[in-house]
């Protein structure tokens, strides 16, 4: 599993200074679990995680690459409000057996089983979670979901990401506008591939550029695509792609 870095926030401001930034509905953490993102003015991806309480206080759990800048980025958007950002010195734990008394259910997918946080790392976990994500269509902080991804391009609907309802955040014009007024051209799809080709390879339509190859697990892979150019055969390296979902 990725490194991931948990945060603590507390204060009396907290739930209101997250619900202004954050993608989801904030308050859904009394039901267990929220997985959220935090997005540019431009609607554009900058971080994902999940929040979780812990008494009054909020547990963030992210990707241990972005925690220095979440940590600049949240101490810029707090100002004056209320809100303590201190490492939490909690480790993730996650399993697919029955839920533990400290585990929360994965929102995402229920496939996903738990995660729990304890003051000792997990010890052992031999669980195939890259092939879990491209079964189920999971982004991956730094892979699927980079400074350029739209998150309702990445599918963030799906994986329960992202509240149309909660009111504004960092990026919300953008991502309501999406949503609706316009059809998504791009985005995440799985697809089926038969030869060699790895992460990042572009995926042609001819010749024209379709797409790119992404997370990859024995046939099945992840790829962003232009819908466009992806309504037929396609090829990625010394792969064929197909994309199922298209009909081919």
Same mark, same amino acid.
């Given at each position: ?77 707090? @100002?004056?409000? !209320?809100?303590? $950002?201190?490492? &939490? ?5 996650? %399993?697919? =057996?029955? /839920? ?44 699927? @979901?980079?400074? !350029?991804?739209? $998150?309702?391009? &990445? ?5 329960? %990401?992202? =509240?149309? /309802? ?83």
């Amino acid at each position: 599993m990725p490194e991931r870095h948990v945060f603590r926030l507390s204060g009396g401001d907290t739930r209101t200074f997250l619900q202004g930034l954050v993608t989801n509905d904030v308050n859904g953490i009394d039901g267990g679990l929220v997985y959220a993102a935090l997005l540019t003015p431009q609607g554009k991806y900058l971080a994902d995680f999940f929040l979780s309480a812990a008494g009054d206080d909020v547990l963030l759990d992210a990707s241990a690459e972005q925690a220095d800048m979440l940590r600049t980025r949240l101490s810029m958007y707090k @100002l004056r409000a !209320d809100v303590t $950002i201190a490492d &939490a010195d909690l480790f993730v734990h996650r %399993g697919l =057996d029955d /839920r533990p008394a400290d585990g929360m259910d994965d929102p995402r997918n229920p496939a996903l089983g738990w995660r729990a946080y304890r003051s000792d790392p997990q010890a052992v976990d031999d669980t195939d979670w890259k092939a879990l994500r491209v079964a189920h269509m999971i982004p991956e902080t730094g892979v699927e @979901l980079t400074p !350029d991804t739209f $998150i309702l391009e &990445a599918g963030f609907e799906a994986i329960k %990401g992202v =509240d149309f /309802r909660k009111g504004c955040y960092v990026g919300q014009e953008v991502t309501a506008r999406m949503k609706h007024k316009t059809s998504l051209r791009k985005g995440l799809v799985q697809v089926v591939v038969t030869g060699e080709a790895t992460l990042g390879t572009p995926i042609m339509f001819g010749d024209k550029v379709a797409g790119t190859l992404l997370s990859r697990h024995a046939d099945h892979a992840i790829a962003y695509l232009r819908f466009d150019r992806a309504q037929g055969p396609m090829t990625a390296g010394g792969a064929d792609v197909v994309w199922e979902g298209a009909g081919n």
